[in-house]
């Protein structure tokens, strides 16, 4: 089995996103012999540009070849792990860019008469979402949830987790109830693809 690790946040060791993200890896590590980790650090080493007319026309052979192994690697999983933290109400642009190489149409996507159609199966998604505030879903503030199940839906995969942490930034204590409470969310979590 193989397991897609990407982290997209810019407080390297300070990120909480990156700390739940880890520890879902690492859970699955221990339940999942012979798992397979590939991780990519989107805000880091493994960073990709953001999308524009040399990219799509695939240009700079460098670049062309960093957008065919997001997308080899991201095919080639049976589970990717996000660490995805909020910034002003959506995903980083380090995880949009991402997106923006593995929305393949022919490849992850197709469109039809009946409109499009996903081409993405067998994959689950979990994601750690982190936030400074309180921003639930249904407060209409959080667009980090629902653009990722719109995105990985129109993909095809169904399967999509959130494991998240609120109000990280309002006080010391709460921070540390919030991560406890994603850390018990975590071990909850069955290690099994989708």
């Given amino acids: 089995m193989k397991l897609l690790h990407l982290d997209t946040s810019i407080l390297g060791e300070r990120s909480a996103s990156r700390a739940l993200s880890a520890a879902i890896v690492a859970r699955w590590q221990r339940d999942v012999p012979g798992l397979e980790v590939i991780h990519r650090d989107l805000a880091g080493l493994h960073a990709l540009p953001h999308l524009d007319a040399p990219s799509l ?83 209409g503030r959080n667009f980090v949830e629902p653009y990722l199940r719109q995105v990985f839906g129109f993909l095809g995969i169904d399967a999509v987790e959130f494991v998240s942490a609120e109000a990280l930034n309002v006080s010391p204590e709460q921070r540390t109830q919030a991560l406890e409470s994603a850390q018990a969310a975590i071990d909850a979590l069955p290690a099994r693809a989708a």
């Fill in 57 to 139: 026309a695939k240009a700079d052979p460098a670049e062309a070849a960093r957008s065919a192994r997001a997308l080899a690697d991201f095919l080639a999983a049976d589970v990717v792990v996000i660490g995805a933290p909020m910034y002003n109400f959506g995903i980083p642009s380090q995880l949009k860019a991402w997106i923006d190489r593995i929305a393949v149409a022919g490849t992850t996507f197709r469109y039809t008469a009946n409109g499009p159609e996903g081409l993405v199966r067998g994959k689950r998604v979990i994601v750690a979402a982190t936030y400074g505030g309180r921003h639930p879903v249904e407060s």
